[in-house]
């Protein structure tokens, strides 16, 4: 079978390898669809935030389709249609990264790792619930927005684009705010009703002029940029509510911390989606959320090569997929 296979720090490949056994409490999974993150390429340059080894097959943002179960599964069958979490063995494991992932025709996962998708939910939009789920947690852990809320997103990369959706589906006036206009664009697309260029802007003015003054009730940091982490705490108001998403290892920028006091601030950081998969996988069924405007381009897994090359190409890409029909 063809597998994405990174051989060792910076050489990758697609490679004719063995179809993987299964054990009693796995599943054998057909990939139909999955997304390439930016941590794929901290791992192919073996910087990623945890020991990994090598030769390893990434990919942790996925939707397959079950085609055997281990002999004391229950609850799975062949044909379910299923995703699969990425932080497991109690955080200690990352599946995609210290465990080979879904980046071939055939991989294999735990089953309690694994949830069924809706018959609504698309293998397309199952690929992405693993973006989804990690904006969709943050907003429930600085508590759960509705139509008084004014919330201003800071980066639309994928998933501040998800944080979008998300909080737009949850009723919220959204703001993004993202230098690029063609990530602007589709913000607009999943449901931002305000964007704006920081780029030449005073983003406090620009807020407050479209909250009255009030300025913004949640921000959602999303870039890891630290200029844009440092203003999030400037055009949030009173009583705001703050996450962070944005991944930075080390970075500094000057920030005005008072405002934590003097605003009362409540501020979340949050790495991952722990414990929330399932609700998550509820809310994009029900909510109807399209999350097809994030996946820019698509290449079958055979072209992964030219996948990754695209991925790269941020001016142009947001989420690239990789595709493996049945």
Known sequence: MKAVVFERA????????DEPAIGPTDL?????????????????????????????????EWAGEVV??????????????????????GGMDHFGFSISGA??????????WAHKLPDDVSFEAGATVEPFSCAYYA??????????????VVGGGPIGLSAVAAASAMGARVVLIEPASHRRDVGMELGAEHQIDPTGVDLVDAIGDLTGGRLADVTVEASGNPAAMA???DIVGFRGRMAFIGINVGGRANAKLGQIQSKELRIHGTIGSPD?????????????????????ARFPLEEALDAFAASERRDEQIKVHLTNPA
């Open 10 to 17: 910076g050489e990758m490949s697609v490679l004719d390898v």
């Open 28 to 60: 054998l999974v057909a990939m139909r669809q999955m997304g390439i993150c930016h941590s794929d390429f901290d791992l192919l340059a073996d910087n990623y935030i945890m020991p990994v080894q090598f030769p390893v097959t990434p990919g942790h």
């Open 68 to 89: 055997a179960i281990g002999a004391d599964v229950t609850g799975f069958e062949p044909g379910d249609r299923i995703v699969g979490e990425c932080t497991v063995n």
């Open 103 to 112: 980046g071939a025709e055939l991989f294999r996962i735990r089953s309690d």
């Open 139 to 152: 907003l429930n852990r600085v508590g759960r927005v509705n139509a008084a809320d004014t919330v201003a």
């Open 231 to 233: 203003s999030s705490f």
């Open 276 to 296: 929330i998969w399932p609700e998550t996988i509820r809310f994009i069924s029900t909510s109807g959320l399209d999350l097809s405007p994030l996946i820019t």
